[in-house]
């Protein structure tokens, strides 16, 4: 069965950390760029980052960047979202998704609305709160 598996959520304080893991089953992660994205109630998913197939290039948002660092790792073929310094703001369904890419785009991701994903995860709750 090919699919994304997400865990790593749960309730945590403001400042604290939380790492988020997306394992794939089924197929490898070293032909697929990942990104996350996550989704607020009331609001539309957003994107949050992406790396690359090669796990060389890595982009974000600026409502996350300096606090999330993405990492993949293909031996275990899992992708990572480590959260540092949380805000309640963060609090959302995050998701991870993978794209399928060619040679000529394995140092480069594209996140939210451009990434075009060929698996979803089922989302873990993420809760920021005091």
């Known amino acids: 069965q090919l699919q994304l598996v997400e865990s790593g959520g749960g309730l945590v304080q403001p400042g604290g950390s939380l790492r988020l893991s997306c394992a794939a089953s089924?197929?490898?992660?070293?032909?697929?760029?990942i990104g996350w994205f996550r989704q607020a109630p009331g609001k539309e998913r957003e994107g949050v980052s992406c790396?690359?197939?090669?796990?060389?290039?890595?982009n974000y948002a600026d409502s996350v960047k300096g606090r999330f660092t993405i990492s993949k790792d293909n031996a275990k073929n899992t992708a990572y979202l480590q959260m540092n310094s949380l805000k309640q703001e963060d609090t959302a369904v995050y998701y991870c998704?993978?794209?399928?890419?060619?040679?000529?785009?394995?140092?480069?991701?594209?996140?939210?609305?451009?990434?075009?994903?060929?698996?979803w995860g089922q989302g873990t709750q993420v809760t920021v709160s005091s």
């Open positions: 998704a993978a794209q399928k890419v060619g040679q000529l785009f394995r140092n480069v991701c594209v996140f939210g609305r451009q990434m075009k994903p060929d698996y």
């Open positions: 089924g197929f490898t992660l070293d032909y697929y760029a």
């Open positions: 790396i690359s197939s090669s796990g060389g290039f890595t």
